[in-house]
């Protein structure tokens, strides 16, 4: 006993210094966490099963119903994002990526003369390569412009739902510089420890410029730490995601 008391002294400590380091207020630029961006850490390795890298293609079709492809692919356009695994298997993924065509340049001098349609949507491991599809996808109920949507998978893990909306946590952010992330490696990831969050009515917390500069910014997810004697749990209490066209960290007690 006196043993394992000793170890989670150490590990408590550990875990102390390192949030102290690195520690950044919500309404405040990390100033420090650009040089930890490629980094392992004892945070990401127990939550790494819980991101996902979602993909939705779309193609778009002529007045006369006639099919327009790029790439020689299947698809016109695609999108990506990241997805955040739930302990009731549901993965959890931004509402905009069902309507790929919006950010697609390529489409602008189509709108006119065609209509966009989604069609595959696949997902993979953050740090996989190897998709699988799924049709299985919900919405959520809520009609808003920040609504999640989520779909079923035979994945599960062990991180439950916050019952609050959170007044500190650990933020994950993707990013990647490759318009197509398809290859292992692409994807990088950013930790924030947050302290003092301010949420609105709408249970949105804003934060500042994260200096991700020239990346694209694929999602992440926000946890809550408990920590109880000889043990430590992880509960998923929000998402980063866009919010009218502003990267900002978005409650999940708004969907439960």
Same mark, same amino acid.
């Given at each position: 006993?006196?043993?394992?008391? =000793?170890?989670?002294? /150490?590990?408590?400590?550990?875990? $102390?210094? +390192?949030?102290?380091? &690195?520690? #950044?207020?919500?309404?405040? *630029? ?33 007045? =006369?119903?006639?099919? /327009?492809?790029?790439?020689?692919? $299947?698809? +016109?356009?695609?999108? &990506?994002? #990241?997805?955040?695994?739930? *302990? ?169």
């Amino acid at each position: 006993m006196q043993i394992l008391n =000793n170890m989670l002294g /150490k590990t408590l400590l550990f875990l $102390t210094g +390192f949030f102290y380091f &690195f520690h #950044v207020r919500c309404q405040e *630029k990390p100033k420090l966490l650009y040089q930890i961006l490629n980094q392992e850490n004892i945070e990401y390795q127990a939550l790494k099963p819980t991101f996902f890298l979602v993909c939705q293609e779309y193609l778009i079709s002529s007045k =006369n119903g006639t099919p /327009k492809y790029r790439f020689g692919k $299947t698809y +016109f356009g695609r999108t &990506f994002a #990241v997805g955040v695994l739930s *302990k009731d298997s549901r993965i959890w993924f931004p509402k905009y990526v069902r309507y790929p065509w919006l950010t697609d340049p390529n489409f602008k001098e189509y709108k006119d003369t065609h209509t966009p349609k989604i069609t595959g949507l696949r997902y993979r491991l953050v740090e996989d390569t190897l998709y699988r599809e799924n049709i299985n996808v919900d919405e959520s109920p809520k009609d808003t412009t920040v609504a999640e949507i989520f779909f079923v998978s035979e994945d599960s893990c062990g991180v439950k739902y916050s019952e609050n909306h959170v007044n500190k946590g650990t933020l994950f952010i993707f990013y990647t510089s490759n318009p197509a992330p398809e290859n292992s490696g692409d994807i990088k990831h950013l930790i924030i420890s947050l302290d003092e969050m301010k949420w609105t009515s709408e249970g949105i917390c804003y934060l500042k410029d994260t200096y991700i500069d020239g990346q694209r910014i694929l999602g992440g997810a926000l946890y809550q730490r408990i920590i109880t004697p000889g043990k430590i749990e992880w509960r998923l209490a929000g998402f980063y995601t866009l919010v009218n066209g502003i990267w900002v960290i978005n409650s999940i007690k708004m969907y439960k």
